[in-house]
């Protein structure tokens, strides 16, 4: 009986920390507005502008960006790494992902098989690598959120992604 009533007490204590846990910042912060234009000590000038020109053949489209984008896509690449290896730290599941999924392209749709082989080539980074973190994305994340305001103050959310049952879109004031 003595046992149940510690199960009971421990249940309790963790529902108690969830609960107040979902009134802590930041998840309590309203929407903020008036952000556009940006400015502040954090700001480092206006985000840069790309065109990702889909008449070029797919392992060229991506180029431009990666060149400029490689050291921080390698930054992220490498976190996922040092998140696989910390479960394993063999280095087993590693060396398997950049020996093993490039044989999965051409199960891949579209173009996508070129796509991830050009983001390979010019960030330097295993092919299998980039394959890996396009997976851990699309499991993990499921879509793709926009959040933009007008100069109006009007907020546009757009959320979206390969499932077409999650797109969604809503404006609020």
């Known amino acids: 009986m003595l046992g149940r009533s510690r199960l009971a007490l421990v249940l ?12 802590a910042p930041p998840w309590t912060e309203d929407c903020r507005k008036s952000t556009y ?15 990702i020109n889909l008449d070029l053949p797919p392992y060229k489209r991506w180029h431009e960006l ?18 696989i290896n910390t479960f394993v730290p063999s280095g087993k ?12 392209l051409g199960n891949f749709p579209g173009p996508f098989e070129e796509e991830m082989k050009g983001i390979a080539a010019v960030t330097d980074i295993p092919l299998g690598e980039i394959i890996s973190y396009n997976i ?22 757009r959320e979206g992604g390969q499932y077409e049952a999650l797109h969604k879109e809503e404006s609020y004031k």
């Open 66 to 83: 990666m060149v400029d984008k490689a050291p921080m896509l390698k930054v992220i690449v490498n976190s996922l790494k040092n998140m």
């Open 12 to 23: 309790l204590a963790a529902a108690v920390s969830c609960a107040v846990a979902q009134h």
């Open 37 to 51: 234009p940006p400015s502040g000590p954090t700001y480092r000038g206006p985000a840069p502008w790309y065109t």
């Open 136 to 157: 851990f994305y699309e499991f993990f994340t499921l879509c793709t959120s926009i959040v933009a305001e007008d100069k109006k103050g009007n907020c546009a959310l």
């Open 93 to 104: 599941v590693m060396q398997i992902v950049d020996e093993k999924l490039p044989g999965l």
